[in-house]
């Protein structure tokens, strides 16, 4: 199915000026085809491939390999997908510019221009993972912390500076604006983009990918876009297509409306139960029905932002009347709203719950009335438990764990089960004014009974933007919030991603001392064991107002749908529901605090940064100049051996097994991101070059520090190896001869002698961030191969790209019978040509026995093959522009 610009080029006049765009009714009526039926979420999809092949890019089978999705009713076909933009953070995106920064010196080398390495697309860069919450719950936390950040961060903002003026599209907002998928929200997204051509204006739908796994929260816009590995996200940038399989699409109708007492957290803890519970991995889900005209756009926002919890990799709503108020509530200029709307309608991706009938892979009901007050956790985001249900939970969860001690603060007794940090954080909730505006009354009724936060919890606020306090203020709820400790604490992930800071001494020391299992309470979207604090034994995700409720009660143990959350003044019970917001209270503030001027004031800065940042010193021109003793930016490695001919793909032999793990290995386990301990083999390096313990920092910060990153792989305390049972993780068996030591040790030693490395996991491994380190460190560390029983979507992409093989087996999961002192020969390589290729997998036990399992390939695209046969993603892009005579060539 092949068509040409003339055929399917349309016209749409808004505001007297005519614009073209590539219509889907003209290629309905071409085709043949009910392209109405398709789900929005396709149809989107369709123009881009449509678009690519009118323009001479696509490949003229992607049409028609997505409509196919009409008749089967599911996907399966590879298809090219060409976003419009890439967004990226600063802890996955700058050893990205690293690497592309490595790739120019490596054309250089050559004698080969190196800016053929060069975004071709925007690329939005924000700094939003630096700021960590050392201080706290006083006014002076924003500027102490932000001085921190950029005192430590100095040399990484510098190396910013130079990558912004030397990649052309490149456009980086500064520490201190938010974070990047709520600026994406409030500011960067258009919907609709307009170019501007030699014959006219287009419209095209705004479409991205990025490097964040959040990254579908932008869904809510009706922006077609999903996280991606950072390699993927700077092949992109770098003009190649994204390969995807067309999905299967699950449509979810929704019907009723939220109760006044249930907030959008309480709905998106809801939903990733049930979807996860549905094993939806990798499908794209859309949001349909009659329940949808009652969900505000920050409530979808909400659910769309915790996506990859749910393990699908969109969650889709439609364009609609509420997605044009929260445009010009934004500060989205009239005359581009006009244009969404138009350009919507004319193209079919307008909801009306009355019209609108899409054929769905799946679907199925949820009725919004059905949510009740809740919270998850601790260790997923889909344990979630009713509110009254939250006792229990810790108390399972902690069952079979050393019972702590009661122990003194000095001012206070610490206890199992205390509340240490209640922070109101992320762009999952602070994105939504209606869960701050909750907070903030829920503070002020506190503080008019007389309540206070108990002394032992660690308190904050770190909102994803600063019109987020901008209103807070405006309503006068700040006020509230800061007597109980809330003060704001910087624009940023802090709390959410793990950079809560140090607790207290004298806590820290109770804690230790009684080897207490303490609780986090925070507003975010992942409880992964250990992410948050290393000395908090238990994490739980809640509404902003619940935060503030437990930093109240101090404990988990109490059930606050019946118990008092505290005394007033006069000692008498208060009761939750007693000081909870009242709805319509929230609605009026909102409604009277919240409009365009907020918005269009706060971001009118957002690109020039502080004084210090406007001030700082960066290198100038097209190479960097690499720093060999910098302990944080340095060249990455395997660069120099890139444009080696591509040798042939060989069978891995007599591979020994670096681990075996159980289910759901989270990302952050396999490569972590926050502080960096002391007792740890990275520290150990660092401490050999210069580094002092009180500057370690963090991984996040070095990785850009190769020898750091290799360190930290599969060190996690809370990672599991059934090869060392009873060992805390990071450990494994070094054979043949069974001895015990640090996994990175035992891989330092299976390199020497040349033998390679092969992980074994369970179900869903790779849960959690898109993180390139967690693949690009077992690839350092000797890994070739993965087998486990089922990936993440980003992590197997991840894998691929990094040049180590995702497998899993064919007849069901196996992991079980490996003890880890086994050798296998995995065969087939040399004939892996298409996706899903089976393997044969030889086991040498020590015995002697040795047994056949078969393996395929989770490459699911002719171009992962290609990625993989040639080492690697960013191995396959340098080859490819050192061989073009011309940088068009390597676009089209």
Not at 39 to 57: D, I, W
Not at 244 to 253: D, E
Not at 609 to 621: E, N
Not at 687 to 714: N, P
Request: glycine share 10%; proline share 6%; hydrophobic share 40%.
């Amino acid at each position: 199915m092949n068509f040409k610009g003339g055929q399917v080029r349309s016209e749409l006049m808004v505001g007297g000026r005519p614009y073209s765009f590539f219509s889907l009714a003209a290629v309905e009526q071409a085709s043949s085809r009910p392209v109405s039926r398709l789900p929005f979420c396709l149809k989107v999809l369709l123009e881009n491939v449509v678009r690519q092949q009118a323009t001479g890019q696509g490949c003229p089978d992607d049409v028609g390999t997505l409509l196919e999705f009409l008749q089967q009713g599911h996907g399966g076909g590879e298809i090219r997908f060409r976003p419009e933009r890439v967004m990226m953070d600063d802890t996955a995106g700058l050893p990205l510019l690293g690497d592309l920064a490595a790739m120019r010196d490596a054309l250089a080398r050559r004698g080969v221009d190196p800016q053929r390495v060069d975004p071709v697309i925007p690329v939005d860069f924000v700094v939003d993972h630096s700021i960590i919450a050392e201080h706290s719950a006083g006014p002076e936390a924003l500027a102490k912390n932000a001085a921190l950040e950029f005192k430590r961060n100095e040399e990484r903002f510098a190396f910013l500076r130079w990558a912004e003026q030397a990649f052309g599209l490149l456009r980086v907002v500064p520490p201190g604006g938010g974070i990047c998928h709520q600026i994406n929200l409030e500011h960067l997204a258009q919907v609709v983009r307009r170019r501007e051509v030699d014959d006219g204006f287009w419209l095209v739908p705004d479409t991205m990918v990025g490097i964040d796994s959040h990254t579908p929260m932008i869904n809510s816009l009706g922006i077609v876009g999903w996280g991606v590995s950072g390699i993927e996200g700077v092949s992109a940038a770098l003009g190649e297509p994204v390969s995807i399989r067309v999905p299967a699409v699950v449509g979810v109708r929704l019907t009723g409306r939220l109760r006044p007492e249930v907030t959008a957290t309480d709905l998106v803890l809801t939903l990733t139960q049930i979807i996860r519970r549905r094993d939806l991995v990798g499908t794209f889900v859309e949001y349909c029905g009659p329940g949808l005209d009652h969900l505000s756009l920050p409530e979808r926002a909400t659910v769309a932002n915790m996506t990859p919890e749910c393990g699908t990799t969109m969650s889709f709503f439609p364009i609609d009347t509420e997605t044009l108020r929260y445009l010009r509530l934004t500060g989205r200029d009239t005359e581009h709203v006009a244009l969404v709307e138009a350009y919507a309608r004319a193209q079919g991706l307008w909801h009306d719950a009355a019209t609108s009938d899409p054929r769905y892979s799946d679907s199925f009901d949820f009725d919004l009335a059905s949510v009740e007050p809740s919270m998850a956790g601790p260790g997923q985001p889909h344990y979630r438990v009713a509110l009254s249900e939250a006792p229990q939970a810790f108390a399972t969860a902690c069952r079979g764990a050393p019972v702590g001690k009661p122990a003194r603060d000095g001012n206070a007794l610490v206890r199992d089960g205390d509340v240490v940090i209640a922070a109101v954080t992320s762009c999952t909730n602070t994105s939504n004014p209606s869960g701050m505006i909750g907070a903030g009354l829920l503070a002020r009724n506190a503080v008019a009974r007389g309540l206070k936060r108990k002394p032992w919890v660690k308190t904050s606020l770190s909102p994803g933007s600063r019109v987020v306090a901008d209103y807070l203020n405006a309503a006068g709820l700040q006020r509230s919030l800061d007597t109980l400790g809330f003060h704001v604490s910087g624009f940023g992930c802090m709390t959410c991603v793990g950079f809560s800071g140090p607790l207290a001494e004298p806590i820290a020391s109770a804690v230790r001392d009684g080897e207490l299992a303490t609780v986090a309470v925070i507003s975010g979207n992942r409880n992964y064991d250990g992410r948050v604090h290393p000395m908090v034994r238990a994490t739980f995700l809640a509404s902003p107002p619940l935060v503030v409720a437990y930093a109240l009660a101090g404990t988990i143990l109490g059930d606050l749908t019946r118990n008092p959350i505290g005394e007033d003044g006069q000692g008498r019970p208060v009761y939750l529901s007693e000081i909870w917001p009242d709805a319509a209270e929230i609605e009026r503030i909102i409604d009277s605090t919240i409009d365009t001027s907020l918005f269009s004031r706060s971001y009118a800065k957002l690109y020039e940064g502080s004084d210090r940042w406007r001030r700082l010193a960066f290198a100038i021109g097209q190479l960097f100049s690499w720093n060999t003793k910098s302990t944080f930016i340095r060249c990455p490695p395997d660069f120099d051996d890139m444009y080696a001919e591509q040798v042939a793909l060989g069978d891995i032999r007599d591979a020994r097994i670096l681990a075996v793990f159980g289910d759901m290995v989270t990302t952050e386990h396999v490569s972590p991101m926050g502080p960096l301990p002391a007792n740890s083999f990275a520290a150990d390096y660092l401490r050999s070059i210069g580094v002092s313990d009180r500057d370690l920092g963090t991984y996040a910060a070095r990785r850009l520090i190769a020898e750091v990153m290799i360190r930290g792989t599969f060190s996690s305390p809370h990672l599991a190896n059934a090869m060392t049972p009873g060992m805390p993780g990071g450990h494994t068996l070094h054979q043949p001869e069974g001895v015990r030591m640090a996994i990175f040790e035992a891989a330092r030693r299976y390199r020497e002698q040349g033998i390679p490395l092969v992980v074994v996991a369970g179900r869903q491994y790779g849960t959690g961030s898109s993180r390139d380190w967690s693949a690009k460190g077992p690839r350092l560390l000797g890994v070739k191969a993965v087998i486990a029983e089922s990936f993440e979507r980003l992590h197997r992409a991840n894998l691929v790209a990094a040049g180590v093989l995702p497998l899993r087996w064919v007849d069901g999961g196996l992991r079980h019978s490996f003890t880890g002192a086994e050798t296998l020969d995995i065969e087939g390589l040399a004939d892996l040509h298409q996706p899903h290729t089976e393997l044969t997998c030889r086991v040498y036990s020590l015995g002697g026995a040795v047994r056949n399992l078969r393996l395929v390939t989770c490459l699911e695209t002719e171009q992962e093959v290609k990625h993989y046969r040639s080492g690697g993603t960013l191995r396959y892009l340098l080859q490819r522009r050192a061989a073009q005579s011309t940088t068009a060539e390597v676009y089209h």
